[in-house]
């Protein structure tokens, strides 16, 4: 590919989602059809430009710590950030303004056991500790979850 083809494509891929597999295959589609026809032919159509998708495969993949203990951590560390950037007085000022205890948002991993934590309206040191252990172990459950899917889902 030509300077400028090369930083078309640079600016197309990055307008992309990271997770829209579909369009990130057809990007590279097109850039493979551009640099093996240079730039000529049939561009809307893999199969007439001899460029498919047996020579072009994307796999999404699934990044996580290799130690079980490891990524608990992290998930607890990034549990307690998101308490330390305002999750409690963001939760409190949509259920108060915004409806949410009618919202499917709700029952959403961290909202749900914020929600139970601030309608219990029991500060105690105690309570924070519940809350925040509910909160985790939820989190974890969840991450555990989708590496059991991942791992069916790969094979």
Known sequence: LKGAEREELRRRFGALSRNDVYRL???????????????????FSAERSGVGRAEV??????????????????????????IGKGLLSEVGSLAAHHGLLSSPVRLAIGYRQTL???????????????????????????????????????R
């Open 25 to 43: 295959t057809r990007a590279a589609e097109v850039g493979l059809h551009r640099s093996k026809f240079g730039g000529e032919g049939p561009l």
């Open 57 to 82: 495969e994307f796999r999404p993949f699934f990044l996580c710590p290799s130690s079980r203990w490891e990524h608990c951590r992290a998930i607890d560390a990034r549990c307690e950030s998101m």
């Open 116 to 154: 139970e934590y601030l309608q219990a309206g029991d500060a105690s040191p105690e309570a924070f500790r519940d809350y925040l252990g509910k909160f985790k172990a939820a989190t974890r459950r969840y991450a555990k979850q989708q590496q059991q899917w991942w791992r069916r889902e790969v």
